[in-house]
T-cell receptor, first 112, second 114 residues
Framework: AQSVTQPDIHITVSEGASLELRCNYSYGATPYLFWYVQSPGQGLQLLLKYFSGDTLVQGIKGFEAEFKRSQSSFNLRKPSVHWSDAAEYFCAARFGNEKLTFGTGTRLTIIP | EADIYQTPRYLVIGTGKKITLECSQTMGHDKMYWYQQDPGMELHLIHYSYGVNSTEKGDLSSESTVSRIRTEHFPLTLESARPSHTSQYLC?????????????FGNGTRLTVT
């Protein structure tokens, strides 16, 4: 079955440190891939998306993600996190014309 | 910057009451969705619509109902609220033009049924 997996439920990093959030998908072909961020009490905001072309995509708020076909992964990265990056992050994929499938989310905590 | 609006933001209501959660978007999107999200948990699709007079149930069974009489409006109704309906409800929309169109989300309605 098609699925999106975010292996890390909760990650804590120090302010200014680098960040990588993992996302893997299970599907026979390359899906359309998305990363969303959700601040407490808010809806989801799109950070970036990938559907073809350059495997390194840039998003808003200084985030980037790299698609690796061989690993079925689409990991989100940021070189230096800020306290305002503390939030829940969701990876999502659309397989063909199916509805969007979300991962279970990774909660990011930033410590001073 | 949201072009998709949900009201109310918070609602506390007693068991047995009928409630309607409002969702409107100004982007002209054909597709609209309702997700249910418990605190710190994943999103579950409960309803979606691909256009006026088109509604479908999502992956998670829900006692709620929806209607799509106008493109911009996609309200969700609970005929008789129960404590098990306590959750956050997120509305979203997307452009049907291409499969890589992202979802645009509202800020959600946090429902508490006492």
């Amino acid at each position: 079955a098609q699925s999106v997996t975010q292996p890390d439920i909760h990650i804590t990093v120090s302010e200014g440190a680098s960040l990588e959030l993992r996302c893997n998908y299970s599907y026979g072909a390359t899906p359309y891939l998305f990363w969303y961020v959700q601040s407490p009490g808010q809806g989801l905001q799109l950070l970036l998306k990938y559907f073809s072309g350059d495997t390194l995509v840039q998003g808003i708020k200084g985030f980037e993600a790299e698609f690796k076909r061989s690993q079925s992964s689409f990991n989100l990265r940021k070189p230096s996190v800020h306290w305002s990056d503390a939030a829940e992050y969701f990876c999502a994929a659309r397989f063909g014309n199916e509805k969007l499938t979300f991962g279970t989310g990774t909660r990011l905590t930033i410590i001073p | 910057e949201a072009d998709i609006y949900q009201t109310p933001r918070y609602l506390v209501i007693g068991t047995g009451k009928k409630i309607t959660l409002e969702c409107s978007q100004t982007m002209g999107h054909d597709k609209m969705y309702w997700y249910q999200q418990d605190p710190g948990m994943e999103l579950h699709l409960i309803h979606y619509s691909y256009g006026v007079n088109s509604t479908e149930k999502g992956d998670l069974s829900s006692e709620s109902t929806v209607s799509r009489i106008r493109t911009e409006h996609f309200p969700l109704t609970l005929e008789s609220a129960r404590p098990s309906h306590t959750s956050q409800y997120l509305c979203a929309s997307s452009n049907s033009g291409s499969a890589n169109s992202p979802l645009h989300f509202g800020n959600g309605t946090r429902l508490t049924v006492t």
